[in-house]
């Protein structure tokens, strides 16, 4: 079995994607954003996360939060640029469901976007493989 | 009854063992009033002792001792941390009475001896990096940075540079260096390595500027391997205007061949418990003493040793960033430091750090088939990193690779350090190991690269031969049990 092409072909491909592993889910002019899978098997079990407040602007491509998992802390970037409208109190509660689920209800934050052109500096999934297909 | 059964490990806790009532010494019959105390001074209601007899105790921490893992026991790879053999013959020296048994409040007059042991610890360290100018009262590598740093800070301020706010560090470098930095009111901006694993120095280049203070390298590099363009580097920063501070955690591998202070180091900090065989990984304390070149001399903490008219004496240089312990520093950890470098001498320390340096390119040479290298197999110096991501494109990663050594009765390396390699596993052999050993640990991990491929399951699972078997790491970050309570109410389950 090779592990690297299943894991490329899990990034679904209607998704944009950060060069920092984070991914972002476009509906109307909300934005779920969460991390790759690439990204949680990498960090390993996630045991703390910090999370912008409701009501908070983001930057893209600026710190919007911390993930600590048993081996390392890293910083989350926030893909795009806006205002947190919901975040997940479930991830923050239990953060193992990201490693479980990180596409699904792993998920982060909810952001009102400010400038939806942004999403043009974003990758595509096939993009994302290519990135992620040699390791680092 | 489990606990006769010498196989077994008695787990049971102290607090567990205690038994109402039991006791191992009989106090004698107050000779003073009774005074109940001031229930404000309180701090809580429920202060739960163990109760046992002395010979409890006794075994208890004898078990514990037993249970210990240490470089006297076994070999100890463990990357960054130069976990060498500390020689008795420190620890003789250290309990003298002259040195165990003298106080710091003590005059300077009374105590020439320590002091002098001090000054030529100072002396000879200075002669070691190239950087004359030493303050020996840091407790830790840490606190050692933080130092420096505070220094670096105090001469920009003295030259009216304020504007100096920016710290440099490499994205290879240890966690405590962004630590230090922001901690000593540096902002810090990340350097990134080259595609070898060196400073990418062109992007160095366009980041020094007038707001930077210092930038921060650990050489040789943590990924081990020494930067080749390490005078274009210092002469970088130079010519913007900083200073170039020298995280010492690698210095096992530059003694007596070249000194921080000539390649264009400003400021450094040397871990005793690492390059000087002081004892660390729980057996310290540590020490780090800081070390700058002349023009800086004036800003070191307070105090260092001089030596005026034949006399030495505890002084405060002109313009000190100011105390950073109590007192001068860990005096037994400074005699043991002394006594080894005494021990060596000039010709000894060079042949420590080429030792050191041949014994991690033979562990690499001998396992590059078996684990990759991640930076194409260059030379390493006194310490060598494998990526585990061939074992990760079957499943097994860096931690059970780790995890499977601890069966065959060796110490883990280094894991997921330096976070620009994936999967890492940082093995640092040290002098001090016979080529019997490496042969050993060699052969285990060739082993455990077959496991990886043939039975995956056996390291996923490991360790299997010591008394905890694999821990839950995640749930106890998650959910951690910091205190004991009666009945185990919150005790984890035991496996």
Request: aromatic share 6%.
């Amino acid at each position: 079995m090779n592990a690297k092409n299943a894991m490329a072909s899990n990034n679904p491909r209607e998704l944009k994607y950060s060069a920092e592993h984070e991914w972002t889910r476009l509906q109307g002019e909300t934005a779920t954003i969460g991390i790759t899978h690439f990204a949680q098997d990498s960090l390993g079990d996630i045991v703390y996360l910090s999370l912008p407040a409701v009501g908070a602007s983001v930057k893209q491509f600026q710190k919007m939060g911390e993930v600590e998992s048993v081996k390392a802390v890293n910083d989350i970037y926030s893909p795009v640029s806006g205002k947190v409208v919901e975040r997940n109190e479930n991830a923050l509660k239990s953060p193992e469901i990201i490693n479980k689920e990180p596409f699904g209800n792993g998920w982060l934050v909810k952001v009102q976007l400010s400038d939806p052109s942004e999403m043009g500096k974003l990758l595509d999934a096939a993009s994302y493989d290519k990135l992620t297909a040699g390791g680092h | 009854m489990s606990q006769f059964t010498p196989s077994t490990v008695e787990r049971r806790l102290l607090m567990d063992r205690s038994v109402p009532g039991r006791r191992s010494v009989r106090m004698p019959a107050p000779d003073v009033p009774r005074a109940p105390l001031p229930a404000e001074s309180m701090l809580r209601k429920d202060l739960q002792l163990p109760e046992l007899s002395e010979l409890e105790i006794v075994r208890y921490f004898t078990l514990l001792s037993q249970l210990n893992f240490s470089i006297d026991t076994n070999f100890y790879p463990l990357g960054s941390c130069t976990m060498k053999y500390n020689p008795k013959l420190n620890d003789e020296m250290a309990s003298l009475p002259g040195m165990a048994e003298i106080h710091p409040h003590q005059p300077d007059s009374s105590v020439q001896g320590a002091l002098r042991l001090m000054y030529e610890l100072q002396e000879v360290l200075g002669e070691i990096t190239g950087l004359p100018c030493v303050c020996l009262s840091p407790l830790a590598g840490a606190q050692g940075e933080y130092a420096g740093l505070l220094v670096a800070r105090g001469y920009h301020r003295y030259k009216r540079d304020g504007d100096r706010k920016v710290a440099l560090i490499p994205d290879s470098a240890h966690g405590t260096n962004p630590a230090s930095a922001s901690m000593a009111g540096f902002e810090v901006v990340t350097v990134p390595s080259d595609r070898q694993g060196n400073v990418d120095v062109e992007a160095l280049k366009k980041l020094a500027d007038r707001r930077t203070a210092v930038f921060m390298l650990t050489l040789p590099s943590t990924v081990g391997l020494f930067e080749p363009r390490i005078l274009e580097i210092t002469r970088a920063i130079h010519e913007a205007g900083g200073l170039v501070y020298a995280d010492g955690a690698n210095l096992n591998a530059l003694l007596g061949l070249t000194r921080l202070g000539d390649l264009g180091f400003d400021i450094a900090h040397s871990n005793l418990h690492k390059t000087f065989s002081t004892p660390h990984g729980g057996g310290g304390p540590g020490a780090g003493p800081v070390l700058v070149k002349a023009e800086l001399a004036d800003f070191l903490p307070t105090p260092v040793v001089a030596r005026v008219d034949n006399e030495y004496r505890l002084v405060a240089p002109k313009n000190s960033v100011g105390r950073l312990s109590g007192f001068h520093g860990s005096f037994g950890i400074l005699v043991r430091a002394y006594t080894y470098i005494r021990m060596m001498g000039l010709e000894g320390m060079r042949q420590i750090s080429e030792n050191a340096i041949i014994n991690a390119n033979y562990v690499q040479s001998k396992l590059k088939a078996d684990y990759d290298l991640p930076f194409g197999g260059r030379y390493s110096m006194h310490e060598v990193v494998f990526s585990a991501r061939r074992q990760k494109a079957v499943g097994v990663s860096a931690l059970d690779v780790a995890k499977r050594l601890i069966d065959h009765g060796v110490h883990p390396p280094t894991m997921y350090f330096p976070l620009i390699v994936p999967e890492a596993l940082m093995v640092e052999p040290t002098e001090t190991e016979t080529k019997e050993t490496l042969d050993g640990f060699i052969e285990v991990m060739k082993k455990i690269a077959r496991e990886a491929e043939e039975k995956p399951e056996v390291l996923k699972s490991a360790p299997h031969d010591t008394p905890n078997t694999r821990l839950d790491e995640a749930s106890a970050a998650r959910k951690p049990y910091l205190r004991w309570q009666r009945n185990g109410a919150a005790a984890p389950a035991q496996p």
